[in-house]
């Protein structure tokens, strides 16, 4: 640390310059990410309100009393009115609370493990590890669906927890929910949905006239649902969201922190202090978009996602992995060829997807941040790497 502090001006200029390299969302190269530029009312907010401390909520009843508010509204848009929830660092937070829930509620299993489709993002490959539990990790279908009877076949005494996705991190799919609730009917298994991409997209998707499967907390099996603010719901980064059906489970297996100068609570978080400010943020996002924003901003990505796989599909050599359930459109080769040279020249040309080599597909997640106009210049360099890569 130097000795004397510099002048404001002096510390922009050397920010401006050291972040240069930084890729902005508003450029529309970033193709592939799941988070977006949050509404400027929430970042107002959130600046306002940026020294709330939701992890001493005892000193902060009124941004406590908003989460809980919060966490209702969700619950109705989830469909069970009486969840209890709780805002988080990411999906990857929600994801290990909800395996840790899983793990403690059986404490008869003494090696547990958890069915996950291998579609599954890796937070639960990371959750696993930390809690020692063995990942069982269920095959898709050639159409990229789950497959059901592999997940049945892996599920047995050991088992503690089931998972199943609502928006998969490499295509947007969401599992057959109600059908895994069927296999797992009468066993004591506690059953998450991970909808930390999906969460804030389906429920708008229905009011468009979208076909989409039972996901959410109308499936009676359902126990409890990651849902992510920083992702389709245009929140604070970071900000993950876990909403859990039966409240008791909380009295039994939350953590407790003796010493804080709000008193104790009870919590499932894995970090003690945690942001407010995006909690703030998220419910103003709610209050000025309401229902019907959300549904615009919806319906634009999904307009912007049917053009560019009718583009995909007019292109030679390459294809539609498979037809886009929500926001995200895999593209694969139609030979079989890998994906990883397009995948390097297109990153050459600053054109940053998420690749999955494993399912030899690169896909593009059209947030809100995605324009028309970007996709054209898009679709206009993957057309002359195609040609340059002679791929057929
Ligand atoms: C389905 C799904 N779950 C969980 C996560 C992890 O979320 P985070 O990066 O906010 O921890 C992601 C990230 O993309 C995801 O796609």
Redesign the pocket.
């Known amino acids: 640390m130097q000795e004397k502090g510099l002048e404001k001006q002096e510390i922009l200029r050397i920010l401006e310059k050291k972040l240069e390299k930084d890729f902005s969302y508003s450029t529309g190269s970033v193709l592939g990410s799941?988070c977006t530029e949050p509404l400027d009312l929430g970042v107002e907010i959130y600046m306002k309100y940026i020294s709330k401390n939701l992890g001493d909520p005892g000193l902060f009843l009124g941004t406590a009393a908003l989460e809980e508010e919060l966490v209702s509204e969700i619950g109705k848009l989830f469909n069970e009115k009486n969840i209890i929830g709780t805002f988080t660092?990411?999906?990857?937070?929600a994801?290990l609370i909800a395996m840790r829930i899983a793990k403690k509620l059986r404490p008869d299993i003494k090696s547990p493990e958890v069915v996950v489709p291998c579609s599954a993002?890796i937070?639960f490959d990371k959750a696993a590890d930390l809690l020692g539990i063995k990942l069982r990790k269920a095959t898709l279908n050639d159409n990229f669906e789950l497959n059901l009877t592999h997940f049945e076949s892996l599920i047995n005494r050991n088992t503690c927890g089931v998972v199943g996705?609502a928006?998969?991190?490499s295509l947007g799919l969401i599992d057959p929910i109600e059908e895994i609730g069927t296999l797992i009917k009468d066993k004591d298994i506690f059953f998450h949905i991970?909808?930390?991409?999906?969460g804030f997209i389906l429920p708008f998707l229905k009011k468009l006239n979208y076909t989409i499967p039972a996901w959410d907390f109308s499936v009676n099996a359902v126990d409890s649902i990651?849902a992510?603010p920083?992702?389709m719901g245009l929140g604070i980064i970071?900000s993950?969201g876990f909403f859990l059906r039966d409240p008791s489970i909380l009295q039994k297996i939350g953590f407790e922190i003796p010493y804080l100068a709000g008193g104790n609570f009870k919590h499932f978080h894995i970090v003690g202090t945690r942001s407010g400010g995006t909690v703030i943020a998220f419910w103003a996002i709610l209050k000025s978009l309401g229902f019907n924003g959300f549904v615009k901003i919806v319906k634009r990505c999904m307009d912007n996602t049917k053009y560019l796989s009718s583009q995909i599909n007019d292109i030679t050599g390459i294809k539609l992995v498979t037809n886009p359930v929500t926001n995200v459109v895999g593209i694969t080769t139609e030979s079989g060829e890998s994906i990883c040279k397009i995948d390097e020249d297109l990153r050459k040309r600053n054109w940053m997807l998420g690749k999955f080599e494993e399912f030899n597909l690169i896909r593009v997640v059209i947030m809100p941040h995605v324009q028309k106009s970007h996709l054209q210049n898009f679709i206009e360099d993957l057309t002359k790497i195609i040609k340059k890569l002679k791929i057929t």
């Open positions: 799941m660092t990411g999906g990857s937070e994801n993002h937070s996705i928006g998969t991190t991970d909808a930390a991409f999906g990651t992510d920083h992702k970071p993950g």
